[in-house]
């Protein structure tokens, strides 16, 4: 199955944010399936466009990129679950490793993405384990120290 994960969804909610990874995408072997403004939607894509990976945004509404993370692992285990997201916070990479195969920051995204992507692609299919429960106390704690505005003021 190496080399043939190359179908992508893209989940967040702001459309400069979804339009910068198409950017940084563009002119690489990979195909971006579809995009989606939050959680809910992410899932609703999942569904319908069986992305081999999804790159997930953490902080959006309706349902944030973890809890739609832990849902999409469920409905689709097969899919590679990258968090994309402004906050470099060490709970949040704590509490996200259970649901997905990366982390990458946006202030990294430049330099990190592709990469990442390509090594995604090209590994062998693996048996992540789906975490049965998100551990909300550490999850709430950190969801609570990244909350706010990001720069510019606009919560990323």
């Known amino acids: 199955m190496g080399g043939e994960l190359r179908r992508i969804l893209i989940v967040d909610d702001h459309l400069i944010a979804r339009t910068a990874i198409r950017c940084l995408l563009d002119g690489n072997p990979f195909d971006i399936c579809g995009e989606a403004r939050d959680g809910k939607e992410a899932i609703e894509k999942v569904i319908e466009l069986k992305p081999d990976i999804v790159l997930l945004d953490i902080n959006m509404p309706v349902m944030d990129g973890i809890r739609a993370a832990h849902e999409i692992r469920l409905i689709s285990p097969e899919a590679k679950i990258i968090f994309l997201t402004i906050h470099n916070v060490p709970a949040f990479r ?46 709430r704690q950190s969801a609570d120290e990244v909350k706010g505005p990001g720069p510019g003021g606009v919560l990323i």
Do not use: C, M
């Open 94 to 139: 704590d509490a996200t490793q259970s649901l997905s195969h990366a982390f990458v920051t946006k202030h990294e995204a430049a330099a990190e993405l592709i990469p990442v992507l390509n090594r995604l692609a090209e590994a062998p299919p693996n048996h992540t384990k789906i975490a049965g429960e998100i551990p909300s106390r550490a999850l």
